[in-house]
C-alpha cells in the first residue's frame, strides 16, 4: 500500500472516531437537551459558571463565597478550573457551555484511545473499535452527571500515548509533552479517577520496561515525567489535600470508603447490561432493583467487544495483551470493593491516600479500559489470522461461548428480584431487557466468525453492531431523559431569584439565605430532612443552584465540605442538609444568626398536606387522597414528627376488600435499630372475625431509607431489604398480584 494513502486513511479514520460523540449526542441536543443530569445540574455546572463569573470580574477563582457561608473553590477541584474544556463557561451562555464541554471531552477521549492503540501498532480498524468502545462504554456513559470523572478518564489513553511517544524516541520533547498531559489530568478536578490513572500508567511503563530490552531505559525514565507532570499539577493538589485534611473525609471509617462497591453479580451486567432494570423507561422500563446508583455500578462494552478481548487472549498473547489482561481482572476484583472475596480490600484502607476514597466501584474505569484495548487488539490478531483455521475454530468457539452464557445470564441465572414494568409472569419474549441480549450476542457471534474469514463488508459489520449496541445501552440510561432542557426556567432568571432581588438588602453580600429539602411552617416545629422530602422534587431548594445568581447560601452541596462549619452549621451534611432542623431553627443556639442567613428557601406546603398529626390515636385515611393502582396513599408527607423513646404511632383504617396486601415501609434515623428487633405491629381482622397479626422487624421486613449514605452505613444495626425506587419515568408503583 502507498505510505501516503495509508497515513490519509489513518488521519481519516481518527478525524471519524474524534467527530463520532457529536453524532451520539446529536440527538439530544437538537431536542434541548442541555447534557448535565442530576449531579451535573445541581453541583458541577454551578461550581463552572461561578468561576467564570469570577474570572470574568478581574479576580482569581480562588474562593468561593456563595456555599457553606465560603469555602475555597480552586482547591475543591472538582470545577476543573484549569481544564481547559472547562473554559468554554468565559465566553457562552451556561447552557451552551455545558454542550461545548460535556461533547468535547468525549471528542478527547475518542481521539485520545485512536492514538494509543495506533502507538501500540494496532491496525487502523482495531484503532477505531478501540476509540468506538472507549468513548461509548459503561464507565464513560454512566459518569456523564460527574464530569470531572469523564475528563479525568479522556485523559488516560492520551498519557499512555505520550509515553509510547517517548518510548520511541526519548527526546526531552517528548518527555514535556508527557509531563504536560499529565498535568492536564490532575487539572481534570478529580483526584480518585488520577490516583487509579497514575498507579496503571506507572505499572504499564514498568511492566513495558522488563519486556523490551532496547528500550528499558527509555520506558523506566518515563516515570520521571510523569513524576515531572504530578509536580506541575502540584498547584492543585497541595491545596486540595489541605481541604481534604479538614473535610468530613479525613476520619473517613472502612464503611466509608467501601460505600458504593460493586455487588458481584452486576459481572453479568457485561453480557446483559438491563438484567438488574435501570433503563429510562423508553425502551428497557423493569424498575431497578440493586443498590445505588446504576451508572456507578454498570460495566459494559457491548457483547461483540467482549468477544473481540477473549480473542486478543487466545490469538495475540504478547506482553501488551497480557498486562491488559491481567489489569481487566485487577480492576474488576477493586471495582468489588466490600464486595471482594476474603475481604481484600481491608488491604487498600491501609494503604495511605486511597484510603481517602469511596466508590470502589471507580475502578472500573481501568477494568473497561483494559477491554477496550484488548478489543482492538483482538481485532488486529483476526485480521493477521485470516485463513489460519485453527485460529478459526478458536473464534468460533468464543462466539459460542459468550452467546450461551449470555442465554444462560438472562434465564437460568437471571436474578430473582427482577421484574417487569406491568403485572404479567417474567418472560423473555416480555422483556427487552431479556432478549435484546440474546439478539445482540447472536448477532455478534456471526459478525466474529465472517469477519475472521475475511468477507467482503464483515468489518462494516463488526462496526456497525458495536456501535448499535453501545447506543442501545447508553441512549437508553437516564441521562437522556434527566437532562434539563434549554427552556426550563432553571437557565432564565427564576421567580425566587427575582423575589429574593426585590425584597432583600440592595447588596447581595450583606445577607445569606439557608436552603432546606423540607416543607416548614413558622407554626410548626420541622421535621428532619429524612423523613419529610417532598414527593415534588423540587430544584430550588438545592442549595449550589443560587450561586449561579450570586446569592450566598449557609447550605452547600460539596463532597469537601469543612467539618468544622459542618459542626457550627447546626451539624450540617455535606450536602446541606441539617440533621435536625429544628434544634437549629427553633432552639437556643444563634448559628443561624451568627451566619447572617435572612431567609429561608423550602418546600411549599400544599393544601393536600396537613400541618400536623398527633402522635398517638390518629386515623390518617383522609389523608389518603391519591389512587395508584386501585391503592390508597397520601400526596405527600403527612408531617409525622420523629417518635420518641418510648412514643409509639398507632392508627386504624375502615374496612376495605383485599384479598392481598403489599407493605411499603422504610425507616429513618434508625442506625441503633438491631437487626431483627420489632418496631411495629400490624392486626388484620377478617370479615369472618378472625384476627391475623404481624410483626414488622427491622432489617427482615423493613429498613434504614438511607442505608447506603456513608455516614449511615458506618454505624448501622440491621440489614438493608430491598427499596423500592420509581423513576421519573414511572412513577406509579405497580404491584403484581400475587406479592
Known sequence: MDPRLRIKTDNLAALAVTLAPIIYFLPAILKGAVLCPEDGLLF?????????QIVRSGHLPLWNPYIFSGMPLLAAAQGGLLFPPNWFYLPFSPATATN?????????????????????????????????IWQSCGFMIGQISHINIVHTAAMLPWVLWALERYAVSGSRRGGALLALLVAIQVFAGHQQSFAYSLMLVSAYAIVMAFAHTKA???????????????????????????????????????????????????????????????????????????????????????????????????????????????????????????????????????????????????????AEFALSVLAGRGVMALQAARGNRRAQRRVAIVGATVFLLTFFAVTWWRPADFRLDRVAPV?????????????????????????????????????????????????????YTASPRRQDQIWQLPE????????????????????????????????????????DWGLWTQPDYYMMFGIQNAAGYDGFGLARYGHLAGE???????????????????????????????????????????????????????????????????????????????????????DHFALITNLSWSENISDGATIGHLRLTTQDGRVLEFELRAGVDTSEWAYDRADIHARIRHQRRVIIRPTRTSPRLRFPKRQ
Open 44 to 52: 458541577n455546572v454551578p461550581l463552572r459558571v461561578v468561576a467564570a
Open 100 to 132: 461545548l464541554m460535556v461533547v468535547s471531552s468525549y471528542m478527547i477521549a475518542a481521539l485520545g484511545a485512536y492514538l494509543y492503540a495506533r502507538s501500540t501498532r494496532v491496525s487502523v480498524f482495531g484503532a477505531v473499535v478501540t476509540s468506538i
Open 216 to 366: 528499558r531505559k527509555r520506558y523506566l525514565s518515563s516515570l520521571i515525567f510523569v513524576a515531572t507532570g504530578v509536580l506541575l499539577g502540584a498547584v492543585q493538589i497541595v491545596p486540595t489535600f489541605e481541604l481534604l485534611r479538614n473535610s468530613t473525609r479525613a476520619t473517613a471509617g472502612y464503611s466509608f470508603i467501601t460505600s458504593f462497591s460493586m455487588p458481584k453479580r452486576f459481572v453479568l451486567n457485561l453480557l446483559a447490561p438491563y438484567l438488574m432494570g435501570g433503563g429510562d423507561g423508553r425502551l428497557f422500563r423493569a424498575s431497578y432493583f440493586g443498590p445505588p446508583f446504576y451508572a456507578e455500578l454498570v460495566a459494559y462494552i457491548s457483547v461483540l467487544g467482549l468477544m473481540l478481548a477473549i480473542v486478543a487472549v487466545f490469538l495475540k498473547p504478547d506482553t501488551r495483551t497480557k498486562f491488559w489482561m491481567i489489569v481487566f481482572p485487577a480492576g474488576l476484583l477493586l471495582a468489588f470493593g466490600g464486595y471482594a472475596p476474603l475481604h481484600l480490600y481491608w488491604v487498600i484502607y491501609f494503604v495511605p491516600v486511597l484510603n481517602l476514597f469511596r466508590v470502589p466501584a471507580r475502578h472500573l474505569i481501568e
Open 427 to 479: 418472560s423473555i419474549l416480555r422483556a427487552p431487557e431479556l432478549f435484546m441480549p440474546i439478539l445482540i450476542a447472536g448477532a455478534s457471534a456471526i459478525a466474529l466468525l465472517i469477519f475472521a474469514r475475511g468477507r467482503r463488508g464483515s468489518a462494516t459489520a463488526v462496526l456497525v453492531i458495536i456501535a448499535l449496541d453501545l447506543a442501545l445501552w447508553g441512549q437508553s440510561t437516564d441521562w
Open 496 to 535: 425566587i431569584v427575582r423575589v429574593l432581588r426585590e425584597h432583600a438588602p440592595r447588596e447581595a453580600s450583606s445577607y445569606r439565605i439557608l436552603t432546606a429539602p423540607h416543607t416548614f411552617d413558622p407554626a410548626v416545629p420541622p421535621v428532619g430532612p429524612s423523613v419529610s422530602r417532598s414527593t
Open 572 to 658: 450540617m451534611k455535606v450536602w446541606g442538609e441539617l440533621s435536625d432542623p429544628n434544634t437549629t431553627l427553633r432552639g437556643p443556639s444563634r448559628e443561624m444568626d451568627l451566619l447572617n442567613v435572612r431567609y429561608l428557601v423550602s418546600m411549599r406546603r400544599t393544601s393536600a398536606q396537613p400541618a400536623f398529626l398527633p402522635e398517638s390515636g390518629t386515623t390518617p385515611s383522609t389523608a389518603l387522597s391519591e389512587s395508584y393502582g386501585g391503592f390508597k396513599f397520601a400526596p405527600t408527607d403527612l408531617g409525622l414528627p420523629n417518635l420518641a423513646a418510648k412514643k409509639s404511632l398507632r392508627f386504624t383504617l375502615p374496612a376495605f376488600a383485599a
